[in-house]
């Protein structure tokens, strides 16, 4: 089991700090949200599944907003793709938690993770033939 984040050795926080990093790298370079760094560095902590998508999410807001100020002030914000993205987003951001919360703890980790790697491989695979 994990240990709660106030009791982490200096080895399990300096991983968290690299993985973090490695996060906000990819955020910045590419904008890819940083999830995937997230998401393996609180899987090498030993969170759980749904731990691992509640705590991720509130990482990705510190992401998002550091992303959202520093591109407005480069002006590479296509507004109109905004509006475009933005409703489905918002709404697969509501009914996540949702599904997640109907799942049991042993289903969620037989099934999140998997579907996560999918996820990742398949939108790598579209980048690289794009």
Do not use: N
């Not at 200096?10 to 990093?21: E, R």
């Not at 996540?96 to 999918?118: M, N, Q, T, Y």
């Amino acid at each position: 089991a994990r240990a709660p984040a106030a009791h982490l050795t200096s080895l399990q926080i300096t991983k968290a700090g690299a993985y973090g990093l490695f996060g906000g790298v990819l955020s910045g370079l590419i904008g890819i949200s940083g999830s995937p760094a997230i998401v393996v560095g609180l899987s090498v902590l030993g969170c759980d599944a749904a731990e691992i998508a509640g705590t991720s999410a509130f990482v990705l807001l510190g992401v998002a907003g550091a992303g959202l100020l520093l591109h407005l002030r480069l002006g590479t914000v296509d507004w109109p793709l905004v509006g475009l993205f933005l409703p489905g987003t918002l709404s697969g951001a509501f009914i996540g938690p949702g599904v997640l919360k109907r799942i049991s703890g042993a289903a969620r980790e037989r099934v999140l993770r998997p579907v996560f790697f999918i996820l990742m491989v398949g939108t790598g695979l579209i980048l690289a033939l794009k």
